[in-house]
């Protein structure tokens, strides 16, 4: 069973940073693929970045993040992190670690969810 826990969130003032870590378990195979996923208080979840669980990383962010958060992996501690900089008021939301098999279309695996706060 994939069990993912985030933690790492918190409150910053805009312009600073913070990195997000994701806990994965239960991966019983490498065809994965990683997902940050993020929601603010009256608005749908959106996607934030992506990655290959393993072999080339093929990363993909949304464009309201492309060029300050970068998502990773480190398969030795089973882990997933979002580095996020230059922070901006809009980036307040629940974030969440997600999972979903390459070839399935859906993430079905989903964190509690971690909350990160950015004041102006």
């Known amino acids: 069973q994939v069990q993912l826990v985030e933690s790492g969130g918190g409150l910053v003032q805009a312009g600073g940073s913070l990195r997000l870590s994701c806990a994965a378990s239960?991966?019983?195979?490498?065809?994965?693929?990683m997902g940050w996923f993020r929601q603010a208080p009256g608005k749908e979840r959106e996607f934030v970045a992506s990655?290959?669980?393993?072999?080339?990383?093929?990363?993909l962010y949304a464009d309201s993040v492309k060029g300050r958060f970068t998502i990773s992996r480190d398969n030795a501690k089973n882990m997933v992190y979002l580095q996020m900089n230059s922070l901006k008021p809009e980036d307040t939301a629940v974030y969440y670690c997600?999972?979903?098999?390459?070839?399935?279309?859906?993430?079905?695996?989903w964190g509690q969810g971690t909350q990160v706060t950015v004041s102006s």
């Open positions: 990655i290959n669980w393993s072999g080339a990383e093929t990363s």
């Open positions: 239960g991966l019983t195979n490498s065809n994965y693929r």
């Open positions: 997600a999972a979903r098999r390459a070839v399935e279309p859906r993430y079905d695996y």
